[in-house]
């Protein structure tokens, strides 16, 4: 089974600031990569498919960069709103799965 | 892109069965895969398996393959997720998703991302 670890668990960030999130699979999983953002008490909301292409309605200051088994998630100008738990999930390999998460927090 | 509706939160004793729902509406129900998410409490996303409304195919991870049951009804659009015997560690949020794209399209052996997700179902299980 393939293995996602997200890095880091928690990012500082300030407002406006940029922030990295990583994900890393244990072997390729091609460009198969989603990205979700969760608010507390919410269901996840998909943010990237296919490694870099945005869903619908979702904002340009969210890019998705990779393939194989790095992937990075960006944010570019981080808003209030974008303070949340961030996950990885690859469908290229049976069975998919989630990585652990990054919070992304205030500094 | 469409709408999944969950059934309400349930409490339940250690032994006890219960069947949880998960409502679409707002797209073709039999031609996408919907599958279902485990995230306990303060923890992660935990991919549980899909099933195929069209024709009742099903897949579990191996995790869960044994422990649930994921069924459907196409009559009624809906997706369910039961178990026969509850644990104490079933205790978490259970999501319903579907698979995304406009097209029903499988990619690689996982198939594909979810979107839309339900609102989520809260399962507590204390004696």
């Known amino acids: 089974e393939v293995v996602m670890t997200q890095s880091p668990a928690t990012l500082s960030v300030s407002p406006g600031e940029r922030a990295s999130l990583s994900c890393r699979a244990s072997?390729?999983?091609?460009?198969?990569l989603a990205w979700y953002q969760q608010k507390p008490g919410q269901a996840p909301r998909l943010l990237v498919y296919?490694?870099?292409t945005r869903a619908t309605g979702i904002p340009a200051r969210f890019s998705g960069s990779g393939s194989g088994t790095e992937f990075t998630l960006t944010i570019s100008s981080l808003q209030s709103e974008d303070f949340a738990v961030y996950y990885c999930?690859?469908?290229?390999?049976?069975?998919?799965?989630f990585g652990g998460g990054t919070k992304v927090e205030i500094k | 892109e469409g709408q999944l509706v969950q059934s309400g939160a349930e409490v339940k004793k250690p032994g006890e069965s219960l069947k949880i729902s998960c409502k679409a509406s707002?797209?073709?129900?039999?031609?996408?895969?919907i599958g279902w998410v485990r995230q306990m409490p303060g923890k992660g996303l935990e991919w549980m398996g899909i099933?195929?409304?069209?024709?009742?195919?099903?897949?579990?991870s191996p995790a869960f393959q044994g422990q649930v049951t994921i069924s459907a009804d196409k009559s009624i659009s809906t997706a369910y997720l039961q178990w026969s015997s509850l644990k104490a560690s079933d205790t978490a949020m259970y999501y319903c998703?579907?698979?995304?794209?406009?097209?029903?399209?499988?990619f690689g052996e996982g198939g594909s991302w979810f979107d839309p997700w339900g609102q989520g179902t809260l399962v507590t299980v204390s004696a």
């Open positions: 999930q690859q469908y290229n390999n049976w069975p998919p799965a």
């Open positions: 072997q390729s999983v091609s460009n198969y």
């Open positions: 296919g490694a870099s």
């Open positions: 707002g797209y073709s129900f039999s031609r996408y895969w």
């Open positions: 099933i195929y409304p069209g024709d009742s195919d099903t897949k579990y």
């Open positions: 998703g579907k698979f995304g794209g406009d097209e029903p399209i499988w």
